[in-house]
């Protein structure tokens, strides 16, 4: 049964150190999401990629956060450096394009989030 | 404006009985996937079931159903035999096809369940 995962599960860190979430998107998937979820805001598109390239980011703070996808098995979100604000759970979603003549809406298969706490 | 409506925050449910979640949607683009997704209280956001724009039937999955009502721009979910294991909160979530924008999911704020024994 394949699987998003994401590392680590929960951190916990103090403001200004920088914090690096990882992402394993299912084999063969070619999208790769990030969410960020919080109480007030509900869920939030971070950062998009299609085929490692980053088509959208707009949704991130621009000086404090960066996506980056490695390679097609590893997405990586960093903060640095972190601020209480960005408590929050974060998740890594993937999901197949087929092309044109596919089903264009692909599924998003979320990962089960990094819970992160920053004081 | 909201792209998509969740009217029920919160919801009780009677173990074996259905359940009918709320979702609206708003949208000019002829073409939008509609999606439904479950978070149980461990936190993770599992895919329910899946409805295009285009499709003639509604969509199934075991005991879940979507009642597309495509002229009222509504989408509920429907739980059949409901269970103690579907409580959670429950999100509706929208993709259009516009251009270039079409990889978007909008949510909804959600609907939590609680089916009681």
């Known amino acids: 049964d394949a699987r998003v995962t994401q590392t680590p599960r929960h951190k916990v860190t103090e403001m200004g150190q920088e914090v690096t979430m990882r992402c394993q998107p299912i084999l063969g998937h070619n999208t790769v999401f990030w969410y960020r979820q919080t109480m007030m805001q509900g869920l939030e598109l971070l950062a998009y990629?299609?085929?490692?390239?980053?088509?959208?980011d707009s949704g991130m703070p621009k000086d404090r956060f960066s996506a980056e996808m490695p390679d097609a098995t590893l997405a990586t979100l960093k903060i640095q450096p972190s601020e209480p604000r960005d408590s929050a759970v974060y998740f890594c979603?993937?999901?197949?394009?087929?092309?044109?003549?596919?089903?264009?809406?692909?599924?998003?298969?979320f990962g089960p989030g990094t819970r992160l706490l920053v004081l | 404006a909201q792209k998509i409506t969740q009217t029920q925050p919160g919801m009780f449910v009677q173990e074996k009985e259905a359940v009918t979640l709320d979702c609206t949607y708003d949208?000019?683009?002829?073409?939008?996937?509609l999606f439904w997704y479950k978070q149980p209280s461990s936190g993770e956001m599992i895919f329910l079931i899946y409805q295009g724009s285009y499709d003639q039937q509604n969509a199934t999955e075991g005991r879940y159903s979507l009642n597309f009502q495509k002229a009222r721009k509504s989408a509920n979910l429907v739980i059949s035999a409901s269970q103690l294991g579907d409580s959670a909160m429950y999100f509706c979530a929208m993709r259009e096809g516009r251009r270039g924008n079409d990889y978007k999911l909008s949510f909804g704020a959600g609907t939590t369940v609680t089916v009681r024994a």
């Open positions: 979603a993937s999901g197949l394009v087929k092309g044109l003549a596919g089903d264009r809406f692909e599924t998003q298969y």
């Open positions: 990629f299609r085929n490692r390239a980053p088509l959208d």
């Open positions: 949208t000019s683009d002829p073409s939008y996937g």
